[in-house]
């Protein structure tokens, strides 16, 4: 598996990492977690070093399901973990509200470090951007949590220019994790340009859409209410059924290619920038390995070019998040 440094840090990861998710949240139904133990195993068999998790994920039992499956083999992989929210008392999925006060920051990385069951975690991300907390506030606690050697790097996500800017002015930071794919591009206007003049690396979530760049969803698929799709606007049935004209586009380069639709969306993703991670999740070892071929794929700058200019003549429809989630986005 290829190796790629995360903006001018010095950490290296697989070029391919690996969502951990829906392994046990957001997209039910969920395997067993013995077969999700030995996915991760494979995953690591296969070169991949790079997974990603958050305490919200369950809450809680995603970290753990990491934590159990990664122990033995902690020193030849790169954990990425997420704090940002209060996550209801009794345990429940979903939360109360944001929280990215220092204190808490504090308290509830010790938390994610048992469950993870190591010492350091190596990027530290917060998940979602508060508003009621100063961004320099946020860094100067993970900062602290850095020199104190519970954490390695600092990391956003979905956070906009300016905060990105003024959090990295405190502590530099090592990567923003941001939702990129054919499917949505709205980082290539000012985040992308942003992260290189800064030397941050960029790790894309949700680089097939959800699952919808993998061609093995359309206009007829139902989701379980439990489903986090069911909630997105992306998702309906008459915006699926326009957006299939991406995923024939896929579908066309792919068989030329020898390959599938994933991949070439994958393949896409990483010829952007030699900074770009991507992440995508599954649940099943034939994806994971369909995941990793994309990085054997190359893609011709004429080719890239084809793809680029045929999804800028096709129009996306529907919103990718609910409202009441698109307004904790980009702050």
Known sequence: MEK??????NLEVSAIGLGCMGMNFSFPPFPEKKEMIYL??????????????AEVYGPFTNEELVGEALSSVRDKVVIATKFGFNLNPDGSPGWT???SRPEHIKQVVEASLKRL????IDIYYQHRVDPEVPIEEVAGAVQDLIKAGKVKYFGLSEAGVQTIRRAHAVQPVTALQSEYSLWWREPED???????????????FS????????????ENTTFDKTDFRSTVPRFTPENLK????VVDLLAQVAKRKNATPAQIALAWL??????????????????????????????????????RTAVDNIEIAGNRYSEATQKMINR
Do not use: C
């Open 242 to 245: 326009a957006n299939q004209a």
């Open 40 to 53: 991760l195993h494979k995953a690591v068999d296969m070169g991949e070093t790079f997974f990603d998790t």
């Open 207 to 218: 680089p097939l859409g959800r699952g919808f760049l993998t061609g093995t969803i359309n």
């Open 270 to 307: 990483l010829a952007q920038k030699p900074w770009i991670v991507p992440i995508p999740g599954t649940t099943k070892l034939k994806r994971l390995e369909e995941n990793l071929g994309a990085a054997s794929i190359e893609l011709s700058s004429e080719e890239l070019l084809d793809i």
């Open 117 to 120: 069951k190591t010492d350091y």
């Open 190 to 204: 000012e985040i992308l340009p942003t992260l290189e003049e800064l030397g941050i690396g960029f790790v894309p």
């Open 97 to 99: 509200g944001l929280n």
């Open 4 to 9: 790629r440094k995360l903006g001018n840090s």
